[in-house]
């Protein structure tokens, strides 16, 4: 029988987020109720409320979030109730050209649940990124849940689903970083921190921290930042090539999602290096760049999707990993809330106060 449970919508553009009631149905075929246990507060989750991602309002908020299977559709092989498992917003089809080429973590075609979860009003919800876990219960796609251990937090778990996987996979995945490399972050919120402890995993020789915010910069520090800058003092291109011997760096990870943070990356490597954009724009931002830069710089200009991870690989090998001390997880954790607080947790995220608030329910 179809739930009622409370979950946190975002009405209309730019309206304060509200805990409502909402009716989550019995999984359909493919698909898995999932009871949450913790979901951290994502920017993403932000520009949804803003209107930034898409009009569909209202949104059921939340995706980086960690729960135990309720229920299964019929043909669901890989979950079962009582599994615990981190919820991932790419669940890859095995169909599509990308996966048919071996390149699943680019698929193309990934998979959400088919059928709506609602208001009593019976008023469609588009849950945030396919999955809406600011919420006790939630419909995701059996393929958007992925085991992993259940002896870590799910606080800690959870923030693998989005924000700490796209930072960290930004860094080994996407951008490549090997041993020795020089590697520079424009923006240590969530993200930005994950890539400098990515990047510090990979064996990078120099990882430099830029914000506009020192308390970040301390944090990005913990992290394993080996320099910073704070871009409101000084020009931070200028910066990083002085602290490159005047090249710029081998990998620049852009963590804000911005046309001025975005040429400051391109401008802050090193010919030939790589400019990894993780932060994601808004539809009216554009860029200008001069042609005669982009061919003569060389290198490449790529764009991380959360991380270009295969939850399946990344979320369990991530999770040992912390396990055995080699990556702090918990670091991102600043501070755990109830489901009536995600307002004032936007406000905190806007104002710099967190790194990650993360809902226990
Ligand atoms: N690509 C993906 O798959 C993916 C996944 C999750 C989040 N994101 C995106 O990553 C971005 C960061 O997310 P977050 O959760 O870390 O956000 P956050 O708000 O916690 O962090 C943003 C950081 O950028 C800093 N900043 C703002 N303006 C700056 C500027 N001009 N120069 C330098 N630093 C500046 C802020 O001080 C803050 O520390 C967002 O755009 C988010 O939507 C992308
Ligand atoms: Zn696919
Ligand atoms: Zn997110």
Redesign the pocket.
Known sequence: MAQQVQGVIAPGKNEPVRVETIIVPDPGPGEAVVKIQACGV???D??YKQGGINDDFPFLLGHEAAGVVDSVGDGVTDVEPGDFVVLNWRAVCGQCRACLRGRPWYCFDTHNAKQKMTLLDGTELSPALGIGAFAEKTLVAAGQCTKVDPEVSPAVAGLLG??VM??IG?AINTGQVGRGDSVAV????????AAIAGARLAGAAKIIA????DR?LETAKKMGATHTVN?RSGD?VEAIRALTGGNGADVVIE????P??YK?AFYARDLAGTVVL????TPEMQLELPLLDVFGRGGSLK?????DCLPSRDFPMLIDLHQQGRIDLGAFVTETIGLGDVEQAFAR??D?D???SVVIL
Do not use: F, N
């Not at 764009?303 to 991380?307: D, F, L, T």
């Open positions: 994502c920017h993403t932000l520009h989005c924000g796209a930072g930004a424009i923006g240590c919120g969530g993200v930005g921190d830029v914000d506009i915010d970040k871009s931070p963590a804000v999602g911005r001025e943070t400051q993780v932060g994601v724009p764009s991380s999707w959360y991380g995220m806007h710099g967190v790194l990650r």
